[in-house]
């Protein structure tokens, strides 16, 4: 079962837009998310992080929006820039499980367009 | 300040045998993970350490099994290799353990088993 589902596998933006991607999950007991970058040949590099508590999370460009009631989050990165194409991932982690085990989506490639 | 590294970058193992995956933790980390990503998929929980004890452990047989040292670095070893193991593995550290913290990734071993 998937309980991190990223439905779009690819999103194509032209440069100085924004980008928006989005997740959603099942699992009611998640209270932290995160949201990595992944180029080829790269491991996954951090972004932003948000937690239940709060609603919105910003940090320069990116912005981390989470709707709790529908399980969802979404990012925004304002303006797109070319170095922004890549491979973006959600995770989620539950408190309870007190390691910290991320549950990752699918993915998303973002391709931004000159 | 040094980020995570790990060794090999590649490997071709042969199904039925063993093999060692290493990380070196970033600079001041105490907590490491490892996660498994399989072609077109995220990122995989396999197990965490954290003061050299496994502190968490994902939905993986006994044969993925791994070790963490006083220096926090860490293995990786899988007995049996299946062909499905077949994947690129990821290291992750962080600066404590807990549900809410970020977690910071090496570049990953690809792993091909024939």
């Known amino acids: 079962d998937q309980q991190v589902k990223q439905n779009s596998p690819s999103l194509s933006v032209q440069e100085g837009r924004i980008s928006i991607l989005n997740c959603d999950y099942t699992?009611?007991?998640?209270?932290?998310f995160l949201w990595y970058k992944k180029y080829p040949a790269e491991g996954p590099t951090f972004l932003i992080s948000?937690?239940?508590?709060?609603d919105k999370n910003e940090d320069g460009r990116f912005t981390v929006f989470l709707n709790k009631s529908a399980k969802h989050l979404s990012l925004h990165i304002v303006p797109s820039q070319p170095g922004d194409s890549a491979v973006y991932f959600c995770a989620a982690s539950e408190g309870e499980s007190g390691a910290q085990k991320l549950v990752f989506g699918q993915g998303t490639r973002l391709t931004i367009n000159p | 300040e040094t980020g995570v590294t790990q060794s090999p970058t590649h490997l071709i193992k042969t199904r039925g045998q063993q093999v060692t995956l290493r990380c070196s933790s970033q600079?001041?980390?105490?907590?490491v993970s490892w996660y498994q990503q399989a072609l077109g998929q995220g990122p995989q929980f396999i197990f965490q350490y954290y003061r050299e004890e496994e502190n968490g452990r994902g939905n993986f047989p006994p044969r993925f099994s791994g070790l963490q040292f006083p220096n926090y670095s860490s293995e990786l070893n899988v007995n049996a290799l299946e062909l499905d193991d077949s994947a690129l593995y990821l290291c992750a550290s962080s600066p404590r353990t807990g549900w809410n913290t970020e977690a910071f990734f090496g570049q990953g071993t690809r792993l091909t088993v024939v």
């Open positions: 600079s001041g980390h105490n907590t």
């Open positions: 699992n009611s007991m998640f209270d932290y």
């Open positions: 948000i937690s239940s508590i709060k």
